[in-house]
């Protein structure tokens, strides 16, 4: 998404999950400009210089792919996710998922363990990616271990792949032989 549409394409998306439909009023030639400064996190993108052109563009990009709806009525734009667009503001959103660290490890261990079948081999496939990307240690076959709390991590990601029955996350505060997981972690 980053590459093909822009920073700027990125954060009209996300601010648009995060805000609804915006009916904007034409009265400012800079209108655009204005809805993003109040939906946007990336400050760079909206720079005074910044081209309305660009602004622009970017939504029509967005409406050429059907991500978005923008209509215009007597000077009112209003300017909607499709149910395309919200699916690729969840792609945007797993891209964007960290773990965090925190400062000191509360000497617990996050256990994911799941048993999707069958029908449900792309959602398992790619909750197994994600989970690699986030650097879980696999302890054995469908059975991944993190130190940091990821619970709701790992709870978003069951729902968006249709699998939230089959994934259950354990918290230990011991697992036998854990010098492999410490080290692994980096917590020797």
């Not at 699916?87 to 964007?96: F, H, M, P, S, Y």
């Amino acid at each position: 998404m980053k590459e093909r549409y822009g920073e700027l394409a990125k954060n009209i998306l996300l601010g648009l999950m995060m805000t609804g439909a915006i009916a904007v009023a034409a009265t400012s030639p800079y209108f655009l400009v204005n809805m993003l400064k109040q939906i946007s996190r990336n400050r760079k993108y909206l720079a005074k210089e910044f081209e309305k052109r660009k602004i622009k563009n970017a939504f029509n990009k967005l409406k050429e792919n059907r991500l978005i709806i923008l209509e215009e009525d007597n000077g009112k734009f209003t300017v909607e996710l499709t149910e395309q667009g919200k699916r690729k503001v969840k792609e945007l959103q797993i891209d964007d998922l960290t773990i965090e660290k925190p400062k000191v490890w509360d000497k617990k261990w996050r256990i994911v363990i799941f048993d999707i079948p069958n029908k449900n081999t792309r959602g398992r496939n790619a909750l197994r990616d994600k989970i690699k990307e986030l650097k879980f240690y696999l302890l054995q076959k469908s059975v991944w271990v993190h130190p940091y709390p990821c619970e709701k991590e790992i709870q978003f990601l069951a729902e968006l792949f249709n699998i939230y029955p089959y994934v259950n996350i354990v918290v230990a505060e011991s697992i036998d032989n854990d010098v492999k997981l410490k080290k692994y972690f980096d917590l020797l």
